[in-house]
């Protein structure tokens, strides 16, 4: 193993909403396709062919984004104790990785790889004009399940934790392995109006619109029932018609008036386990490798993983142990005593080179890479280059050949 590797599990303790594209009234969580029978391993072709199975997933550049973030606030926040700060240009740079580069001469040398590989962010995330190479690898996140074993995408430690789904046969119980679809639920929610559906409880809390509070809301109700009505016309009158030959009158009265809402979700159920395989370059130094872990320490603590976490969706318990070429590194595990995870390194080297290299960032170097090289296009400049050989064509002698 050339690589330092973050390894182990997140146990879900809450569900799971990762959002796709939805085409009607539900939203779904993100799938993805994969390969499943595939697991002989001596890498023969399976006796039966293989299948394509569809499990949930979370995308690693939502992990990857989250962790540069974590990663970059640490940074600034040092920067910010000593009354330094990064110009928009470079802060965009950190934040975003990737920018748009070009010119003749915008081209990677040794020696810009290896001034970008010392620095302490930008050599672990890489991009700016250049686009430097990154020193993180990050993978999708697929639970345990049926098919992600069958497809060998489930280290042998964590195998033991595939759920069984329970079906009976006359009166016994049969268990069979759960597949990624026996881990997706349905969710609905809805959201009242209290003006709408008034009861002991809402009345209370309509008592600050004062003395007139039922006619207020009598005279809501009213208005509101006149919409519906209006509404069930408008659908009727309009009904075959495409959106765009709507006037904006027709739009408007096939509108929603009141707050009462539905919303369906899918959602992954608690208890799915998720195995974690997170990778940084062999030649990654001490405080990159501290400065990664504590980004990771923040991105564990925030606990929302996917959307809806005002509803406490997306937390999780994290076993990961940190291990390197030459054995272990550190861990960052949840704690049953202090319920919370916490984060340790073998020995307080990594924390120390942290510390040292936070206080020598450097602001002017960290922006010379967010530095368009001058051969580069300025930004809106559209000329296109002519293309190789448009010069002949045109009865013209490239300077080259002048030369």
């Known amino acids: 193993m050339n690589s330092i590797r973050y390894i182990g599990h997140l146990m879900a303790t809450?569900?799971?909403?990762?959002?796709?594209?939805?085409?009607?009234?539900?939203?779904?969580?993100?799938?993805?396709?994969?390969?499943?029978?595939?697991?002989?391993?001596?890498?023969?072709?399976?006796?039966?062919?293989?299948?394509?199975?569809?499990?949930?997933?979370?995308?690693?550049?939502?992990?990857?984004?989250?962790?540069?973030?974590?990663?970059?606030?640490?940074?600034?926040?040092?920067?910010?104790?000593?009354?330094?700060?990064?110009?928009?240009?470079?802060y965009q740079m950190l934040s975003n990785g990737g920018m748009v580069g070009g010119g003749e001469n915008n081209k990677l040398t040794v020696g810009e790889t290896l001034r970008a590989r010392r620095h302490i962010h930008f050599g672990l995330w890489g991009g700016g004009p250049r686009l430097m190479p990154s020193s993180v690898v990050t993978r999708d996140l697929v639970?345990?399940?049926?098919?992600?074993?069958?497809?060998?995408?489930?280290?042998?430690?964590?195998?033991?934790?595939?759920?069984?789904?329970?079906?009976?046969?006359?009166?016994?119980?049969?268990?069979?392995?759960?597949?990624?679809?026996?881990?997706?639920?349905?969710?609905?929610?809805?959201?009242?109006?209290?003006m709408m559906q008034v009861n002991a409880d809402a009345m209370s809390r309509l008592a600050v619109l004062g003395a007139d509070a039922q006619q207020i809301i009598a005279d809501y109700q009213a208005e509101q029932l006149g919409f519906r009505e209006a509404r069930k016309e408008a659908k009727a009158s309009t009904e075959g018609r495409a959106k765009h030959t709507l006037s904006d009158d027709e739009q408007l009265a096939l509108k929603k008036r009141d707050s009462v809402n539905y919303l369906e979700i899918e959602a992954v159920i608690p208890g799915t386990v998720w195995p974690v395989d997170l990778r940084l370059a062999s030649y990654v130094s001490p405080a990159q490798i501290a400065l990664f872990s504590r980004g990771l320490e923040r991105f564990v603590a925030h606990q929302a993983l996917g959307g809806l976490g005002r509803w406490g969706f997306g937390q999780y318990r994290a076993y990961l142990e940190i291990v390197g070429p030459d054995g272990h590194i550190g861990s960052l595990r949840w704690n049953d005593e202090l319920q919370d995870h916490v984060l340790t390194f073998a020995n307080d080297s990594y924390d120390a080179a942290l510390a040292d290299a936070l206080a020598c960032v450097n602001v002017s170097e960290t922006a010379s890479f967010a530095v368009v090289p001058d051969s580069a296009p300025a930004a809106g400049d559209k000329t296109k280059k002519p293309r190789k050989g448009a010069a002949d064509k045109a009865g013209q002698v490239p300077a080259e050949a002048e030369a």
Request: positive net charge; proline residues 9%; glycine residues 6%.
């Open 14 to 90: 809450s569900y799971w909403h990762v959002t796709s594209d939805s085409s009607d009234n539900l939203t779904r969580v993100m799938r993805g396709n994969l390969v499943a029978g595939i697991s002989d391993p001596d890498g023969r072709a399976p006796h039966q062919s293989p299948i394509i199975s569809s499990v949930p997933l979370v995308p690693s550049n939502s992990v990857r984004g989250r962790l540069h973030r974590h990663t970059l606030s640490i940074l600034t926040e040092a920067l910010l104790a000593r009354g330094e700060s990064f110009d928009r240009e470079t």
């Open 143 to 194: 639970p345990v399940c049926a098919e992600t074993i069958q497809a060998n995408r489930i280290p042998p430690a964590l195998r033991g934790f595939a759920p069984n789904r329970i079906h009976y046969v006359g009166d016994q119980q049969q268990p069979s392995p759960a597949t990624g679809r026996d881990l997706i639920v349905r969710r609905m929610f809805k959201k009242n109006d209290d």
